[in-house]
């Protein structure tokens, strides 16, 4: 909308340009946008673009961060978190260690959920099928502080879940103080407690790699469980509508070739969603490297900075410890960890060349196959 | 985990402060800067007299503890307006870190408003608060121990509201069971290892206590340690002494007659107390609340915490201060709100109606009269010593507590050194 308002101020007009269209109506178009531009503007750029300063400037939260008291300091709170040996760092490399175990649990499960839900409702023999729609996507439309309070009743040390633990025999971990890393305490089951050397004295953004593999807190798997819960229902929905719209001739054909129910899931179903896949993968990991709220509303990062996230850091850093400057700069690291995310999803979801030709092949294919042997079986009632 | 807004999600990201920027941003630039330079190149300013009231309305942000804090606020406020025609706003916050963030980025913060000493420590430095403390007259009538927290360069800079403290409390039930005197509590502790070992059952610890600084700081005090120096410029955290008293913490853990709340399958000390996980429990006085409303039936009584081997007293007090802000719209009547909120009468209004403790050392003998099983803990707030309040020191904090949680398996005197670095590197940032 906005280049093609451009590209028509010029003096001459754009040949593509509607026959008819005059100055009038460029000035009306500019009008129905702007309402919508001037939010844009106001409540986005102008706060990034702030967020950008003040993390370049010695801002100390008092007044505006464009008076004259505040300076520009380079990137000086960049390199307090990336290369400055001490708690700041730390904290940084403990959070993203934190998030990308996060990331690594919640997205395929959430994306894989899903999809199996989106499959179960919508077969149309499904009794109940409004029901259970409208059931797994409940949890979606719930406010996250409700469903968080529950999480904490649910998990606490003499919560539900341990309750039903008892009952089955087993002793539940006290949930939300467990600092331990689940992979650490599988490997400390078969007798490995201390990593080697190499790995305990090295490490990356003040936290050693032993750290690093520790793999995600028992705290830190409650919030992962949430996340998976909260998310599964809006994801099935954007799955619905695309599996409606694969045509059941696809299926009916892949069936008459021979394909069992499994085949025809991955080698049909699972291609054609491509599109869909890839929004939920990118809607998915987008939101679990920004999750905050459930961080924020029950463990603040507790216990031991284990549940500690960029989002979370960046707002506590600038909040309760008033270092703006080094709390935008947090934000802007995850912004450009996300950019970078998604671009290399983006290039390993591509539509390779070779694949979509086999596709359009196998679909020819079933297409001959459907009309052959639909002939074949007109003759055998004839 | 939140709900999925299609679209601009990713860009919005990069503004997490963005409703403080937006709000500086519309903040007039040019008074900003000029008050900004006059406050901070003279450190904090010292009044000559304070500016009469108006009739401005004044509005006044709390942290709330609940509906009896709320509604005891909100009635003060309206006896104050019916006195002298000045309406008062009163506003719980649920966050109120963030509430006051905003409005000083804003340059529009509330007339009036709880400040802890960690919050005072971040705002004093950047010259954005009255000093009226020296200006009331009332300076001597609170514990010396609450207004240190809120002293800067040698000004009380806002006054005390309330105090809270460290104690023990002690099962009363649990004490005769194991045989030992009504008459004869822990003095010191020795005697606390010996009646927690003797308190200490199957099922039932003797001592429960949170691993957290602002619990275990206290046994520091206790051994003739301290945390920081008096001009609050150098962490002394790593001195030999606090390393004996965390490894007088760590026998007991040892023993198994002190444990952590997370151990007894709690993770608060208060549950774990009422839910008699352990006979003895150190923390503050805000129990009597909690355990009022949840472990009614449970008898208890409240001590001193026992001195350290030298015979020392020691431990830590909890208050917030009534916050004024230069940039105020009513700076007279606000003070005059102040005087009102701790005049005598209405701290022990207060005291009734949320059970704080009075601020004002001149009225503890009325207190003591009214409330006798707290009357023996008033000592403490005599040599107590305020909690760690350093401006920015959340990252810190953070990090020495959760390194408390492994004091059974790791060394004292590694938590501590850790614990220097980090909060004396936060004392430099920040200065």
């Known amino acids: 909308m906005i280049t093609a308002g451009v590209r028509t101020s010029g003096r001459a007009r754009v040949p593509n340009a509607r026959p008819g269209s005059s100055w009038k109506d460029q000035v009306a178009g500019w009008l129905f946008c702007s309402p919508a531009l001037l939010l844009v503007i106001f409540f986005l750029l102008v706060p990034i673009g702030l967020a950008a300063w003040v993390s370049l400037s010695n801002w100390d939260g008092i007044g505006t961060p464009l008076s004259s008291g505040v300076h520009f300091v380079g990137l000086t709170n960049f390199r307090e978190i990336l290369t400055q040996p001490g708690l700041a760092q730390q904290d940084f490399g403990l959070s993203l260690r934190n998030n990308f175990y996060y990331v690594l649990l919640v997205v395929p499960l959430q994306t894989f959920i899903a999809l199996v839900l989106a499959v179960v409702v919508s077969r149309k023999r499904l009794f109940a099928r409004g029901f259970f729609r409208t059931s797994f996507y409940f949890p979606s439309v719930t406010s996250s502080v409700a469903i968080a309070i529950m999480f904490q009743f649910l998990f606490s040390g003499s919560g539900a879940i341990n309750s039903i633990l008892g009952y089955l025999g087993l002793h539940g971990p006290n949930w939300f103080v467990d600092p331990n890393g689940i992979i650490q305490t599988i490997l400390g089951d078969f007798g490995v407690h201390n990593g080697p050397g190499a790995l305990v004295n090295h490490g990356f953004l003040g936290v050693s790699w032993w750290q690093w593999i520790a793999g995600p807190s028992v705290a830190m798997v409650v919030l992962i469980i949430l996340g998976i819960w909260t998310t599964v229902g809006t994801f099935m929905l954007i799955f619905l509508p695309a599996l409606y719209n694969i045509s059941g001739d696809i299926a009916d054909a892949a069936s008459v070739d021979g394909a069992s129910a499994w085949q025809k899931f991955w080698r049909v179903t699972v291609p054609m969603l491509r599109p869909t896949l890839f929004l939920v993968l990118t809607l998915g990991l987008i939101g679990s490297w920004q999750v905050f709220d459930s961080v924020f509303l029950i463990s603040q990062g507790n216990p031991a900075g284990t549940t500690l996230t960029p989002a979370f850091l960046a707002y506590q850093t600038s909040f309760s410890d008033q270092q703006w400057g080094e709390g935008a700069a947090i934000a802007f690291l995850l912004f450009g960890l996300i950019i970078a995310m998604t671009l290399i999803q983006r290039w390993f979801l591509r539509e390779r060349e070779g694949s979509r030709k086999r596709f359009r092949g196998l679909l020819l294919r079933e297409r001959l196959a459907s009309n052959v042997t639909s002939r074949s079986s007109d003759v055998l009632e004839a | ?431």
Request: hydrophobic share 40%.
């Open chain 2, 1 to 431: 985990m939140m709900r999925w807004k299609f679209g601009a999600k990713a860009t919005s990201l990069a503004g997490v402060s963005a409703v403080a920027l937006l709000a500086s941003a519309c903040g007039s630039a040019s008074s900003a800067s000029s008050s900004k330079a006059s406050s901070s190149s003279s450190g904090q300013s010292v009044h000559s007299g304070i500016p009469k009231a108006n009739k401005n309305p004044i509005t006044m942000e709390f942290g709330s503890s609940g509906p009896a804090e709320t509604s005891a606020e909100k009635s003060a406020a309206a006896a104050f307006t019916k006195m002298t025609g000045i309406s008062v706003t009163v506003i719980p916050e649920a966050n109120l870190t963030q509430s006051l963030a905003e409005g000083f980025a804003g340059k529009n913060p509330a007339n009036l408003f709880y400040l802890s000493p960690t919050l005072f420590e971040q705002y004093v430095t950047k010259g954005v608060l009255y000093s009226y403390g020296n200006e009331l007259g009332n300076k001597s009538s609170f514990y010396s121990s609450l207004a240190s927290a809120f002293t800067y360069k040698g000004n009380l800079v806002c006054d005390p509201k309330d105090g809270s403290l460290l104690s023990l409390y002690i099962n009363t039930a649990d004490w005769k069971a194991a045989g030992l005197s009504s008459s004869q509590y822990p003095q010191n502790w020795s005697e606390l290892a010996a009646d927690a070992k003797k308190l200490t059952t199957q099922g039932r610890a003797g001592l429960v206590v949170d691993p957290n600084e602002s619990r275990l700081d206290a046994f520091f005090y206790q051994n003739g340690g301290s945390v920081l120096n008096a001009s609050g410029s150098k962490v002394l955290i790593n001195s030999p002494q606090n390393v004996k008293a965390l490894t007088f913490v760590q026998s007991m853990l040892k023993a198994k007659t002190l444990v952590f709340p997370s151990q007894v399958n709690d993770a608060d000390e208060i549950n774990a107390f009422g839910q008699n996980q352990a006979a003895m429990v150190i923390t503050g006085n805000w129990m009597s609340g909690e355990m009022a409303a949840d472990y009614p039936k449970i008898r208890y009584t409240a001590h001193l915490l026992p001195a350290g081997p030298s015979g020392t007293r020691g431990t830590l007090t909890f208050t917030n201060c009534w916050g004024v802000p230069e940039n105020n719209s009513n700076l007279g009547g606000t003070i005059e709100f102040v005087k009102y909120l701790t005049s005598p009468a209405q701290e022990l209004r207060f005291s009734q109606a949320f059970g704080t403790i009075p601020s004002l050392q001149t009225v503890s003998a009325e207190y003591a009269k009214k409330y006798p099983q707290n009357a023996v803990v008033l000592e403490g707030l005599k040599y107590g010593h305020p909690d760690i309040s350093i401006a920015g020191s959340t990252e810190a904090l953070t990090s020495f507590n959760s390194a408390l949680t492994n004091l059974a398996t790791a060394s004292p005197s590694s938590i501590l050194e850790s614990a220097q670095t980090n909060l004396q590197s936060a004392i430099a940032q920040n200065s």
